[in-house]
């Protein structure tokens, strides 16, 4: 890792324990994705900074990371598979193409890429007339995420990918 990387890192590990402390706790959908979506939005960032330079400045982070993986050498993505829990690189690359739209709609959790109308989980919407707070929202993407076996799999991934990244970065 380079030396950058391993500062974006450090703060994804923390927020990553964070979460864990919330899923434990069972606490609401909104606290929880609130720091999902910025966990996985900084992981893709740490990622990016293995070339040296800065990434692209957006919350748009997590796709491409996930991507990036699958591009890389065989000989790498054979091992990434296996870090992040997949016998094989074909099932990893095959998981991706699958998980990518609900890895997309994590993204678009990020405040500044839900747009006006929301949802996020950290402002009431529509923000000019706001009807409903967060932490009442029932969020489809969290309804996926817990309720089906592709979420419930992305979620260790993501698991895996913190823990792991030292690993593969």
């Known amino acids: 890792m380079t030396p950058v990387q391993t500062l974006w890192w450090e703060q994804v590990h923390a927020e990553h324990r964070i979460l864990l402390h919330l899923r434990k706790a069972g606490a609401e959908a909104c606290h929880q994705l609130h720091y999902l979506q910025m966990v996985t939005e900084k992981l ?3 990622y990016f900074w293995r070339s040296g330079n800065p990434p692209r400045r957006s919350h748009a982070s997590f796709v491409r990371f996930l991507q990036a993986l699958a591009g890389r050498p065989m000989v790498d993505r054979n091992r990434i598979a296996q870090l992040l829990g997949f016998d094989r690189s074909d099932d990893f690359e095959r998981w991706i193409q699958v998980t990518a739209p609900l890895a997309y709609d994590l993204e678009r ?3 500044a890429l839900a747009g006006d109308d929301g949802p996020n989980p950290e402002y009431p919407w529509p923000r000019l007339a706001p009807v ?3 932490v009442m929202f029932e969020f489809s993407v969290w309804f996926q ?5 592709r979420g419930r799999r992305l979620l260790k991934v993501i698991d895996h990918a913190v823990e792991e990244f030292p690993n593969y970065a």
């Open 109 to 111: 959790l990020a405040p």
């Open 132 to 134: 409903e707070t967060p």
């Open 145 to 149: 995420l817990t309720n089906s076996g």
């Open 44 to 46: 893709g960032k740490a």
